[in-house]
């Protein structure tokens, strides 16, 4: 097998076994990157002359014999909305194009910590404001299995790439599902962890109540490995819980007797598709065969979580992108005066999917309007939370599709946001609820891959790594590859 | 008609923590432009607020001495506007829970005490400042400095309760001294670290419904405050007498041409689209560290004023000029600690030291001549070695030199002549010397005896005890 195609974990031991060096993997990813680049289109920026420096300074470690991390030379990807000192972080909108952070997001500084390689800052829809990476300022991205499908989004450029052998693990951001239905459409392992379990510092906000920054890998193993580098508490985020983070990797021990899992059944919403249901169920089948016990759960609100969602997030986003206005960084198109300057600015540099969300935002806001939507989608808020802390009063994790059909034409949905959006259905409620929920391959429709999304309560994500690592490891989904040679 | 004028001021205030109100930047006033900032306060994409704990604890203390209610739980909102000095383009601030609610504070108008009622304080962050080449109507840009972008400030909203520009002037003068005396701000207004907005209206004498306000800005100084009240109370007069309606607007305060002009009308306000913060946490106060910080406030004007006049004799109205400023009451209390008499103390800080601080434009605590020196100057007026005019030049001279009293009186030879031969002999010599001025005293002229004791105490340089001379004089005589 080639090199680009391994786990990051199995990388680890090629490096410590010296069966391969840092430069050599590096190298192979990116001459990975250069054959199939042009047809998947992963990345905004490459950072291929500091990736391979990172790489080499592993490698003297190795030489000189001292320990290195399980993430050490191994070449990852990050979402462009994450900040990197030096290097541009775009969000995938003109508006930032040639923005240049003069500082590091906190999970940047632990991952350089860890003598990680990053190889460059991944596509995505601009601002996080999709599910396809069809909104990409710059381009879009396509999906490994199948290039005339989306990747999914928002953190469609990050999946890709891993999908693709372009990067061995990603950091994606989810606000409504953009790390778990990408993971989904390119048959990956997506973690949207507790809100405040991973520092948002850095991670260019788009609703920042919602937002997490998560790992997307090709297993549960490199899920548990990412995260261990990525959790904690950080002074720098008020809203980051102030508790150590466990080893997330003493929960792959395959055991899951006696747990609890729930269906619940608003979940399975008309336009299902049929082999998504089908996989869910085998897969529920699967667990009760591994011990766990299972029964049907009633999440009431979860039809209006959708229309909170774009309330609140919309409302949120009208606000944090107000800073892009042209006066002191990012772009900026002249006007005759302030106002003029601002307008044009922000005509010109926002795609049409942002500014329909700065739009209803900044409606949803208004003087007058604000009872009626802001403060009512709060209150469902509250119900949609309500809703998981009854369900865990019952079981340990809830089970459901992490999308209801697998990934899409490009094209198909570009002109119908609504039915972009319902894409969304059944990973937005995690984000409302605040609690953590991961995505990970349980079966495939025709060639596309499906996800199964395993929600755990707050700070439960050992279950869940317990859980889909007891999953995982009784099927061969994640052993699957995406069809090298339709990559053209 | 007869009407009755009702003012609401809202103060902004300056809190003098070190760091910024969500960053650790410096908040140090006359930086080099744009030095005291990061990607924090420049609002650059992805950073995060931390609330600078010494804000709510300085928030905490303004709303205590303001007898407000500490709220258990506050949280901060954003207020969104778009304006360049504004980087992110809304404010953090506080909305429907500020930090503290329902206080007040008294003021004295002609005498009489009046209750003043604070509707809230609450906590935001300052915005930058726009600099211009020339004016803002010439300049052919704006830049921006961001220096004091996101110091911490608290915002005073009173009651409609002020009934006239003095009110309004003597509520300010209070709010500027209990925030002195807490130490939560310098409130130099000339560098913008008090400001205040006024809402003003006028309705018909015993009427409770209120009329419509007009909101005054960009008034610099307690003097703006009171001329541009003044102002806008004779505008709605004229406007209401003639029959007309005052226009909800915001006017701004013309300095130079001494008038209010109109800014914004109400259909051109802001809407601010408030949200809750998402971005921090709310603010959950333990009530222990309120009650310690309660415990830690220390003595406040109106308190001193009392003990000032209770333990050392002193007038209302000296009391009240003393302790209007922390540092002039911290100057006078020293001074009285060692061991100077408290009413001629009160004199020299009201008079000699007013003025030359005033003059060299130098705040009491820089004053070069210390509590201690002028307890010593008075001592010496106390026991007579010096008059109270000469005390006035060896006070200059210790302004100057920074020498002590007793050094400037022996060096100079201005010891008091207290002597009653010697000066008996002055004046025998200068009765001899004047026959006229004798003539003309003892004719009844009564004045004349005015020109023989400036003769007297010209002789001695002024040394000579001015009461004695005048007895002898008259005994003589």
């Not at chain 1, 044009?344 to 926002?350: G, H, L, M, Q, V």
């Not at chain 2, 003025?355 to 001549?369: D, F, M, R, T, Y």
């Not at chain 2, 010599?429 to 005896?449: C, L, M, R, T, Y």
């Amino acid at each position: 097998m080639e090199l680009f195609r391994y786990t990051a974990h199995q990388l680890h031991s090629k490096l410590k076994n010296k069966e391969v060096s840092a430069v050599e993997l590096t190298q192979a990813v990116l001459d990975r990157t250069d054959a199939v680049e042009s047809s998947v289109k992963a990345y905004i920026t490459q950072t291929r002359d500091t990736a391979l420096a990172q790489a080499k300074a592993v490698d003297n470690k190795i030489n000189n014999g001292e320990d290195i991390t399980v993430l050490s030379g191994i070449p990852g990807v990050l979402k462009d909305n994450i900040c990197t000192k030096g290097v541009k972080t775009t969000c995938a909108s003109q508006i930032l194009a040639k923005f240049v952070p003069p500082y590091d997001a906190t999970v940047v500084e632990k991952l350089a910590s860890q003598d990680t390689v990053i190889i460059g800052k991944a596509n995505m829809d601009e601002f996080a404001m999709g599910g396809s990476t069809e909104n990409s300022g710059f381009h879009p991205t396509h999906n490994p299995w199948d290039v005339n499908v989306v990747p999914g989004g928002s953190s469609g450029g990050s999946a890709a790439a891993v999908a693709a052998g372009e990067a061995v693990w990603a950091l994606g951001s989810d606000t409504g599902g953009s790390i778990r239905q990408p993971a989904a459409y390119c048959g990956l392992v997506g973690l949207k962890p507790t809100y405040g379990r991973v520092s948002r510092y850095g991670l260019v906000a788009f609703a920042s109540s919602l937002d997490q920054i998560g790992p997307i890998t090709r297993d549960v193993t490199d899920c548990a490995h990412v995260m261990n580098v990525i959790s904690g508490y950080d002074a720098k985020d008020s809203t980051s819980i102030n508790s150590a983070a466990p080893d997330y990797t003493k929960s792959l021990t395959r055991d899951i007797k006696g747990l609890k899992i729930g269906l619940p059944r608003e979940y399975f919403v008309a336009g299902m598709d049929a082999d998504v249901e089908k996989a869910i169920y085998k897969a529920i089948d699967q667990l009760v065969a591994l011990g766990a016990e299972y029964q049907e759960v009633s999440m009431p609100h979860t039809e209006y979580g959708l229309s909170a969602y774009y309330i609140i997030a919309p409302a949120e986003a009208s606000s944090n992108l107000a800073r892009y206005d042209g006066v002191s960084f990012g772009h900026r198109t002249e006007g005759t005066d302030i106002v003029d300057m601002y307008k044009k600015t922000r005509s010109e540099a926002f795609g049409a999917e942002v500014k329909r969300r700065i739009m209803l935002g900044t409606y949803a806001l208004s003087s007058g309007y604000y009872d009626a939507y802001y403060l009512k989608a709060l209150k469902v808020r509250s119900l949609v939370k309500q809703d998981f802390d009854k369900a865990f009063d019952k079981v340990d994790v809830l089970i459901t599709p992490t999308t209801p059909t697998p990934a899409f034409k490009i094209g198909e949905k570009s002109n119908d946001p609504l039915a972009m959006y319902l894409q969304d259905i059944c990973t937005i409620p995690v984000n409302l609820a605040g609690v953590p929920a991961i995505s990970i391959p349980c079966g495939f429709s025709g060639k596309l891959p499906i996800g199964l999304q395993i929600i755990g309560k707050p700070l439960g994500e050992e279950t869940l790594i317990r859980t889909a690592y007891a999953f995982e490891q009784s099927n061969d989904y994640h052993n699957r590859l995406a069809p090298l040679g339709e990559v053209k | 008609m007869d009407y009755e004028t009702v003012v609401g001021l809202e103060v902004h205030s300056e809190l003098k923590t070190k760091s910024k109100i969500f960053c650790g930047c410096s908040t140090s006033f006359g930086a080099d432009q744009n030095t005291n900032v990061c990607p924090v306060c420049l609002g650059l994409p992805g950073v995060l607020p931390v609330i600078n704990e010494k804000v709510v604890e300085f928030a905490i203390k303004a709303g205590l001495a303001l007898n407000c209610e500490i709220l258990p739980f506050s949280k901060f909102d954003r207020k969104n506007y778009y304006y360049p000095d504004l980087p992110k383009n809304f404010q953090t601030s506080q909305f429907d829970l500020p930090i503290a609610v329902n206080g007040y504070l008294d003021i004295e108008v002609n005498g009489e005490t009046k209750r003043i009622g604070i509707t809230r304080v609450h906590m935001e962050e300052d915005a930058g400042k726009l600099v211009h080449s020339g004016s803002i109507a010439t300049s052919d840009s704006s830049l921006v400095d961001y220096n004091r972008t996101g110091v911490p400030l608290i915002e005073i909203v009173s009651e409609p309760d002020l009934r006239s520009p003095e009110e309004a002037k003597a509520y300010l003068e209070k709010m500027k001294a209990i925030l002195q005396y807490i130490d939560v701000s310098d409130c130099k207004m000339e560098e913008g670290s008090l400001r205040c907005d006024a809402n003003v209206s006028l309705r018909p004498r015993g009427s409770e419904k209120l009329g419509t306000k007009t909101e005054i800005k960009n008034l610099n100084s307690f003097k703006m405050v009171q001329r541009g009240l003044e102002y806008e109370v004779e505008r709605h007069t004229e406007v209401l007498e003639e029959g007309g309606k005052i226009v909800q607007e915001t006017r701004s305060w013309d300095e130079a041409n001494g008038m209010t002009v109109s800014l914004r009308s109400k259909e051109q306000a802001h809407d601010y689209r408030y949200l809750p913060e998402p971005d921090l946490v709310p603010i959950v106060v333990d009530p222990a560290k309120v009650e310690e910080l309660r415990r830690n406030l220390p003595e406040l004007p109106d308190a001193r004023k009392a003990r000032l006049m209770a333990d050392y004799g002193l007038s209302a109205y000296d009391a009240e000029v003393i302790t209007a400023s922390r540092a002039m009451a911290d100057y006078f209390d020293e001074t009285v600690n060692c061991k100077a008499d408290a009413k001629t103390a009160a004199n020299w800080v009201m008079g000699e030291v007013s003025k030359h601080i005033n003059a060299a434009g130098i705040e009491i605590e820089a004053c070069p001549v210390s509590p201690t020196k002028l307890a010593e100057l008075i001592n010496l007026i106390d026991k007579g070695t010096i008059s109270n005019k000469i005390a006035k030049t060896v006070f200059e001279e210790m302004w100057t030199t920074g020498k002590n009293a007793a050094t400037i009186v022996k060096e100079k030879g201005m010891v008091q002549i207290s002597d009653a031969s010697e000066i008996t002999g002055i004046i025998d010599k200068v009765i001899a010397d004047n026959p006229q001025s004798v003539a003309d005293f003892k004719a009844g002229k009564e004045k004349a005896i005015g020109f023989l004791v400036g003769q007297i105490m010209k002789q001695t340089k002024g040394r000579a005890n001015p009461e004695m001379v005048n007895s002898l004089l008259r005994e003589r005589l």
